[in-house]
């Protein structure tokens, strides 16, 4: 069986090492398991990601914060969280360790 060969993600894609190098990663509780195979990285590969995140940068500085998906995503969930404490609707909710006691009042 052949193990999987893992490659770097550089500008949206996945691009093999600049050197094709690549070293083993091994199961560390059985060492005859081969997990796989994973890039070797050199300057190259590190200068090439560098360049890559630079033209990134260019395109996405401009894009203010809310549009960014993950940022937004952000806001709404710390929006969420602070205006938990105006629905108290007096449910009781039982922990979920059974060592320990926990309710909600309103």
């Known amino acids: 069986m052949t193990s999987p060969r893992f490659h770097n ?3 949206g894609r996945w691009v093999e090492p600049a050197d094709g190098q690549y070293f083993e ?3 560390p509780a059985d060492a005859r398991q081969l997990i796989g195979l994973w890039p070797r990285s050199s300057a190259a590969d590190v200068d090439l990601a560098v360049r890559s995140a630079a033209r990134g940068f260019e395109l996405w500085k401009n894009t203010p914060p809310p549009l960014r998906g993950d940022v937004q995503e952000g806001i709404d969930t710390a929006y969420y969280a602070a ?3 105006r629905r108290l609707f007096g449910h009781t909710v039982p922990s979920e360790l059974r060592d ?3 309710m909600s009042f309103r």
């Open 25 to 27: 990663n091994r199961d």
């Open 9 to 11: 993600l550089i500008g």
């Open 83 to 85: 205006t938990e404490g």
């Open 100 to 102: 320990k006691w926990a």
